[in-house]
Nanobody, 115 residues
Framework: QVRLEESGGDLVHPGGSLRLSCVASTDIFSTYNMAWHRQAPGKERELVASITSTGSTNYLDSVKGRFTISRDNAKNMVYLQMNSLKPEDTAVYYC?????????WGQGTQVTVSS
């Protein structure tokens, strides 16, 4: 079972940027589909961005043009670059990895967008 650990969450002003990172402990990282989800207080967890093992990406409509997901298979890393942050982006962000019937989650990292 792959283990995932996120980092990079912080308090940022509206309009600011953050880059979240997630490191995976597996020798077959390149075969995993990876994603970032988020959960705001009182709301359901939602898929923010995903990237397949072949590099195809998909985004939540509300973050298109502001967020970019990427991966570095040599480093077992997946990233979420977040620009033009808004207060409504405030949430705990979770890294997820999936392969065949296996799915793993990280512990989450807090992103707070506030003036």
């Amino acid at each position: 079972q792959v283990r995932l650990e996120e980092s990079g969450g912080d308090l940022v002003h509206p309009g600011g940027s953050l880059r979240l990172s997630c490191v995976a402990s597996t020798d077959i990282f390149s075969t995993y589909n990876m994603a970032w989800h988020r959960q705001a207080p009182g709301k359901e967890r939602e898929l923010v961005a995903s990237i397949t093992s072949t590099g195809s990406t998909n985004y939540l409509d509300s973050v298109k043009g502001r967020f970019t997901i990427s991966r570095d298979n040599a480093k077992n890393m997946v990233y979420l670059q977040m620009n033009s942050l808004k207060p409504e982006d405030t949430a705990v962000y979770y890294c997820q990895g999936s392969r065949l019937l296996n799915r793993a989650w990280g512990q989450g990292t807090q992103v707070t967008v506030s003036s």
